[in-house]
């Protein structure tokens, strides 16, 4: 079983640390085949997110981990983009309230 590194037992000793978050980015950028500065654009909760990823995934082989911080990537990527269902419902209840004012 390979070791953790000492940014990964850092990390562990503070899983909501920005910092120690954000010094495994060049690692994940290494796995994922991306700069460092891709990952350090995205929100702050994605870099948390990605970090706690790559420790769960650490003793898996590459191929594993890079498919299981695609995911998360792809998770919070596709929740961005999906519109707030609240939002749409109002819309539509203004909608129908101005036809039937009409």
């Not at 920005?18 to 010094?23: D, E, F, G, T, V």
């Not at 702050?44 to 898996?60: F, G, K, R």
């Not at 129908?96 to 009409?102: N, Q």
């Amino acid at each position: 079983m390979k070791p953790y590194t000492e940014e990964m037992l850092l990390f562990l000793s503070e899983p909501e640390s920005q910092h120690y978050a954000r010094l495994l980015l060049p690692e994940i950028a290494d796995v994922l085949g991306v700069t460092i500065s891709q990952l350090e654009s995205k929100p702050i909760d994605v870099q948390l997110i990605l970090a706690q990823t790559y420790i769960n995934c650490w003793h898996s082989d590459h191929g594993n981990i890079k498919q299981a911080l695609e995911q998360a990537l792809y998770v919070d990527e596709k929740a961005a983009k999906e519109p707030e269902p609240e939002k749409e419902e109002i819309s539509n209840h203004r909608k129908h309230e101005m036809e039937r004012t009409r």
